[in-house]
């Protein structure tokens, strides 16, 4: 009984290396397929450059040399024969086509490929440039800084929409320069709005929204007003030029955002007249039949006794 319980157990042992054996013997060789590549069956014939250039014929090259230079579209010799198909979930398919509607080969270029693919079509580079922005490039002489803005106005919210966006091109008194841009809504010049000081750049970037609350009746008799000004060493503020943009003759509703841009004119420096300036602004309401004036400031006054 020992003896049958032993030889039991050495024939049980044996069948489960046996089994152990075979199984890991199919998962490797099933792991060797995954990891393999998997041999072409119809390699593809390559050929040196030189051969494709002269399959040129002499009226290709003549054709080449009257028009301008252009990107051939190429269909790869994989999808020859084979047609695109749309489906619903925006996926596209390949379906097999009848051979005999294939297109034939048209004239070959120095950009077919060697593969076997042709030319179906080329497009031309230069139909499709963007239009120079002559405002970034066409200064005119003795400019002194060019300002980028747009205005866009609300509605319902009575609110005009200011972004200050860029200025290039800025003659400060020094080499360095630092700018910030003070915004009024004229006639108000008690109050104003700021940007961020540019530190060291005579082409700043701003990318800045501002908002004035205006009533769409009073929107018209404003004007818009940029002080640029240049920061020293010494925190002190340098004008560098103004922009003032009349809000008359625009046409601000919603969604009709005005990028615009101006050049910076100097301040008026004239000197005073003989008996001195005086500043106002001057707005008529239609609705009320109401003229405003407001008296700003006066400057060189001559008085005839000294008080």
């Known amino acids: 009984e020992q003896a049958v319980a032993v030889a039991g157990a050495v024939i049980g042992g044996i069948l489960l290396f046996f089994l152990i054996g075979i199984t890991a013997c199919l998962l490797w060789k099933k792991i060797c397929c995954l990891l393999s590549y ?13 051969a494709v250039f002269q399959d040129q014929t002499s009226s290709e090259m003549q054709l080449k040399s009257t028009r301008s230079r252009s990107v ?6 994989t999808l020859h024969g084979r047609d695109w198909i749309n489906l619903t979930n925006e996926e596209q398919v390949q ?10 080969c048209g004239p ?6 060697l593969a076997g693919a042709y030319v179906i079509g080329t497009i031309n580079p230069a ?16 400019n002194i800084g060019r300002l980028w ?11 005009l929409l200011v972004s200050l966006i860029k200025a290039r091109k800025l003659q400060p008194p020094a080499d360095s320069c630092s700018p910030f841009v003070k915004i009024y809504l004229l006639p108000d ?18 990318d800045e929204n501002f908002v004035f609350q205006v009533s769409s009746k009073m929107l018209l008799q404003r004007t818009l007003k940029f002080l640029v000004y240049h920061v020293d060493k010494q925190k002190k503020h340098h004008l560098l030029g103004q922009v003032i943009f009349p809000l008359k003759n625009e046409l601000l509703t ?18 005073p007249s003989e008996y001195g300036d005086i500043q106002f602004s001057l707005s008529y309401n239609d609705y009320l039949g109401r003229l405003t004036v407001v008296v700003l400031r006066a400057r060189g006054l001559k008085l005839l006794e000294e008080s």
């Open 189 to 206: 010049e008690r109050s104003y709005l700021q940007s961020k000081t540019k530190r060291r750049t005579l082409n700043p970037q701003f």
């Open 149 to 159: 803005f747009s205005i866009e106005y609300e509605q319902e919210s009575e609110r």
């Open 127 to 142: 139909l499709y440039k963007f239009p120079e922005d002559k405002s970034e490039t066409d200064f005119p002489d003795g």
């Open 72 to 77: 051939p579209f190429i269909i790869p010799p």
């Open 108 to 113: 070959r270029s120095s950009f077919h490929s």
């Open 95 to 104: 379906e097999d086509s009848d051979p005999s509607m294939i297109p034939q």
């Open 254 to 271: 919603d969604d009709n955002k005005l990028v615009i841009w101006r050049d910076l004119e100097k301040e008026n420096l004239e000197p």
């Open 38 to 50: 998997e041999k072409l069956t119809s390699p593809v014939k390559t050929t040196n450059a030189n």
